[in-house]
């Protein structure tokens, strides 16, 4: 089996970059699953061998997130959008009234889902500066349901650096920096995450819970869609996406390997700081957000020149550089630097930065 193209520096902000070991232990196992002469693709998920999957992946989100006893994790279909829905329907009242934070297009898309189900007081909001920072002059009443903010803001390059501590029940989507740096995670209340960022493939979605915090909202909540089943089941109310969730468990012990979140929170902050280094001293670029909420997954960039953005893009990829297009809202480009991107990656890019520089000079 051919392996990798290792010269290829996927800055794809997702679906994204995974680690070189993962993929060929996954191909690996759509060949031949743990030496069963059958592929996972065509292997039962009630078996124990594929339990045995599930159960080790949802033990590896708790033990690298040090999770507490009542944070239940399941791995859950139809990605990070469904959460949006499924959030509010499993915690919102249709008269009670949930605070959100408005950072950016994910955020705007989840408060639009959350009315469905109640009402929405979002309590701060970057809108109008263009989603260039982290909003930080805000208070949530005590009596909104919950607090939800996301973490990370993948397309406009803004994270939050503290996490918010009110009295509130916390919801966190953390699609683009789950399990990138130390959080104490048990502060929160509900977490979601779609793989595809930094966690494993597309088609599934991570979510933590407090169980403590279900079963309290009066509407009858379709089966599929009620966490409280999904836990009581063990994650596998129904088919599971086994190859999506196998692929996620390759990915957490290759985390566990590296040293879990801490030590990939400080490769990350390296990652991060080389990049926005470069950017910081080399004048044909430009930063698009406030420094203090610059985030380390999503780098976000223009050229000052943007007359030169085609040239730029072009000599990138001519060094095997892929995915560093902004995104179409947000134009420019953006270097998404997930756990699974190497250093060696990001030292390829500023490298190309620089040689870009004095080839225009
Ligand atoms: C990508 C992303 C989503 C959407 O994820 P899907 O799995 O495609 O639904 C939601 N929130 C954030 C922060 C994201 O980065």
């Given at each position: 089996?051919?392996?990798?193209?290792?010269?290829?520096?996927?800055?794809?902000?997702?679906?994204?970059?995974?680690?070189?070991?993962?993929?060929?232990?996954?191909?690996?196992?759509?060949?031949?699953?743990?030496?069963?002469?059958?592929?996972?693709?065509?292997?039962?998920?009630?078996?124990?061998?594929?339990?045995?999957?599930?159960?080790?992946?949802?033990?590896?989100?708790?033990?690298?997130m040090q999770l507490d006893e009542a944070h239940q994790?399941?791995?859950?279909?139809?990605?990070?959008?469904?959460?949006?829905?499924?959030?509010?329907?499993?915690?919102?009242?249709?008269?009670?009234?949930?605070?959100?934070?408005?950072?950016?297009?994910?955020?705007?898309?989840?408060?639009?889902?959350?009315?469905?189900?109640?009402?929405?007081?979002?309590?701060?909001?970057?809108?109008?500066?263009?989603?260039?920072?982290?909003?930080?002059?805000?208070?949530?009443?005590?009596?909104?349901?919950?607090?939800?903010?996301?973490?990370?803001?993948?397309?406009?390059?803004?994270?939050?650096?503290?996490?918010?501590?009110?009295?509130?029940?916390?919801?966190?989507?953390?699609?683009?920096?789950?399990?990138?740096?130390?959080?104490?995670?048990?502060?929160?209340?509900?977490?979601?995450?779609?793989?595809?960022?930094?966690?494993?493939?597309?088609?599934?979605?991570?979510?933590?819970?407090?169980?403590?915090?279900?079963?309290?909202?009066?509407?009858?909540?379709?089966?599929m869609m009620d966490y409280r089943n999904h836990i009581?089941?063990?994650?596998?109310?129904?088919?599971?996406?086994?190859?999506?969730?196998?692929?996620?468990?390759?990915?957490?012990?290759?985390?566990k390997k590296m040293g879990g979140v801490a030590a990939?929170?400080?490769?990350?902050?390296?990652?991060?700081?080389?990049?926005?280094?470069?950017?910081?001293?080399?004048?044909?670029?430009?930063?698009?957000?406030?420094?203090?909420?610059?985030?380390?997954?999503?780098?976000?960039?223009?050229?000052?020149?943007?007359?030169?953005?085609?040239?730029?893009?072009?000599?990138?990829?001519?060094?095997?550089?892929?995915?560093?297009?902004?995104?179409?809202?947000?134009?420019?480009?953006?270097?998404?630097?997930?756990?699974?991107?190497?250093?060696?990656?990001?030292?390829?890019?500023?490298?190309?930065?620089?040689?870009?520089?004095?080839?225009?000079?």
């Amino acid at each position: 089996m051919s392996s990798v193209d290792s010269y290829i520096h996927n800055f794809n902000a997702g679906p994204s970059v995974l680690p070189k070991e993962v993929i060929e232990q996954a191909a690996e196992a759509v060949v031949n699953f743990n030496q069963t002469g059958l592929s996972l693709l065509e292997y039962g998920h009630r078996t124990p061998a594929f339990t045995a999957v599930m159960e080790e992946a949802r033990a590896l989100v708790k033990e690298l997130m040090q999770l507490d006893e009542a944070h239940q994790v399941l791995f859950l279909h139809g990605g990070a959008s469904t959460q949006f829905m499924q959030v509010p329907m499993n915690l919102l009242d249709s008269k009670e009234t949930a605070a959100y934070a408005d950072t950016g297009v994910w955020s705007s898309k989840a408060i639009k889902e959350a009315k469905f189900f109640g009402k929405v007081d979002v309590v701060c909001s970057s809108k109008e500066k263009n989603y260039r920072c982290i909003p930080n002059d805000f208070a949530v009443p005590n009596d909104a349901k919950y607090f939800h903010i996301t973490t990370n803001n993948t397309i406009y390059g803004t994270q939050w650096q503290s996490i918010p501590r009110t009295s509130n029940v916390l919801v966190a989507d953390m699609s683009s920096d789950i399990l990138s740096r130390t959080l104490d995670f048990n502060a929160f209340d509900l977490i979601y995450a779609g793989a595809q960022k930094n966690l494993g493939p597309a088609g599934v979605n991570l979510l933590v819970v407090n169980e403590n915090i279900l079963g309290k909202v009066k509407r009858p909540i379709p089966t599929m869609m009620d966490y409280r089943n999904h836990i009581q089941e063990g994650s596998m109310l129904n088919t599971p996406p086994v190859f999506a969730v196998y692929v996620c468990l390759l990915t957490l012990r290759w985390l566990k390997k590296m040293g879990g979140v801490a030590a990939i929170e400080k490769l990350n902050n390296e990652k991060a700081a080389l990049l926005y280094g470069e950017l910081d001293s080399n004048e044909l670029f430009a930063t698009t957000v406030v420094k203090n909420d610059r985030s380390k997954m999503n780098v976000c960039f223009t050229l000052q020149d943007p007359a030169l953005e085609k040239a730029f893009l072009d000599y990138a990829q001519s060094n095997g550089i892929v995915g560093i297009k902004g995104h179409r809202l947000s134009g420019g480009f953006r270097a998404s630097l997930y756990n699974a991107l190497p250093m060696s990656s990001v030292q390829v890019l500023v490298e190309v930065m620089r040689q870009f520089k004095h080839s225009i000079a």
